[in-house]
């Protein structure tokens, strides 16, 4: 016998289901990833204290609900725009100020084509999100330890306005968007 007394067992035992109560509450809101949760499960099998290494884990700063937009880097705008409409029947659903062309693909998203450095590239994708506020989500990176850029041209967007963009691990340009937006 281990020493403990049946009440002692069972206050125990109570204690480790509300803190699995507690993660898994954490896992469904999206304040944990799944990666988190199982190496937390992991440790807590192992004997070590499950509840300090889940609280050190800062939320996500949104929840992505879409592929917005991927921008590639074409050669030639027109030539490009042709090609979608003419093999996979894309439209083109606006005409930003900065030259390009973005093509519809479905009701939320589109294919921006630019003429930007290293044609054949994708420049970047585009994350669409609720509640989209370039500011407040780049203050959030920062929490992260994600340093982000907001541009604030107008002729970058046709429906003006603020865009955020960060790199990733790999050094892919992500910005986000508010989810629905369609260049």
Not at 20 to 41: A, D, G, H, N, P
Not at 106 to 125: K, T, V
């Amino acid at each position: 016998m281990s020493g403990e007394s049946n009440e002692e067992a069972q206050s125990k035992a109570s204690n480790y289901r509300e803190e699995i109560e507690s993660l898994l509450t954490q896992y469904e809101s999206k304040k944990l990833t799944r990666r988190q949760l199982v190496s937390v499960l992991l440790a807590s099998a192992a004997g070590a204290s499950i509840m300090p290494a889940a609280a050190q884990s800062p939320a996500p700063i949104a929840v992505g609900r879409s592929m917005n937009h991927v921008s590639l880097s074409v050669s030639d705008v027109q030539r490009s725009a042709d090609f979608y409409s003419r093999v996979l029947g894309m439209e083109i659903i606006s005409r930003p100020a900065n030259g390009g062309l973005n093509m519809g693909l479905g009701i939320e998203s589109f294919l921006g084509l630019y003429e930007l450095g290293n044609p054949g590239g994708m420049h970047h994708l585009c994350i669409g999100v609720d509640n989209y506020d370039a500011d407040a989500l780049a203050e959030k990176l920062q929490g992260h330890g994600i340093d982000a850029n907001v541009n604030r041209d107008p002729a970058n967007r046709s429906s003006g306005g603020d865009q955020l963009y960060f790199t990733d691990p790999d050094g892919i340009l992500v910005q986000l968007a508010q989810h629905g937006y369609l260049g």
